[in-house]
């Protein structure tokens, strides 16, 4: 399956979340209220540091898909999208800037592992956040000026991201 093949699958499905790898679906599991919550709360520190920094951005917390190929589509937990305003039909992220997936049981392995390199993949991608509840912990990797992945852990403090220009408190992550 192709990533418009699986666009037009997912939208068309009353229940459930799905992911394609490699051409084929991922089914997402039920998520725990701990994780939605913070979704929620990352997705609300974001925009509220786009708002104040006047940027040209806009968060979204799930929901919009991000192609990796032609036969890869994530749909990750929280992001950033820059530039022009997305048409309200669309389904995939056109200039995601920061991808977010917050840990669970299942994903633990793929979301610090495969998608590190997928995401990187992307052109406009400059930070991908791993947000761990049980430790408190996020996990930065970002796009280096010499094209190679840096990864610094986090367990309090500022979080600057540049590109797109901001600045976030890490207790917001977990709310």
């Not at 974001?46 to 968060?59: K, M, N, R, V």
């Not at 793929?110 to 991908?128: M, P, Q, W």
């Not at 990797?141 to 600057?160: M, P, Q």
């Amino acid at each position: 399956m192709d990533v418009q093949a699986f666009l037009a699958f997912a939208e068309g499905q009353e229940r459930g979340r799905f992911e394609l790898w490699r051409g084929e679906l991922v089914a997402m599991a039920p998520e725990r209220a701990e994780h939605v919550r913070a979704k929620f709360a990352v997705s609300r520190a974001f925009a509220a540091a786009i708002q104040y920094a006047g940027l040209p951005c806009e968060a979204f917390v799930d929901g919009l898909a991000v192609a990796i190929d032609a036969e890869t589509a994530y749909e990750p937990d929280a992001l950033v999208n820059c530039g022009e305003r997305i048409p309200a039909g669309s389904l995939l992220a056109p200039a995601p800037v920061v991808v977010v997936e917050v840990v669970s049981p299942s994903s633990h392995k793929r979301d610090t592992s495969l998608k590190v390199d997928g995401y990187f993949s992307v052109a406009t991608i400059a930070h991908y956040l791993v947000v761990i509840l049980s430790k408190r912990v996020v996990l930065h990797y970002r796009r280096e000026s010499d094209e190679r992945i840096g990864l610094t852990i986090l367990r309090a403090g500022t979080l600057t991201l540049d590109p797109p220009g901001m600045t976030l408190e890490l207790a917001e992550f977990f709310a």
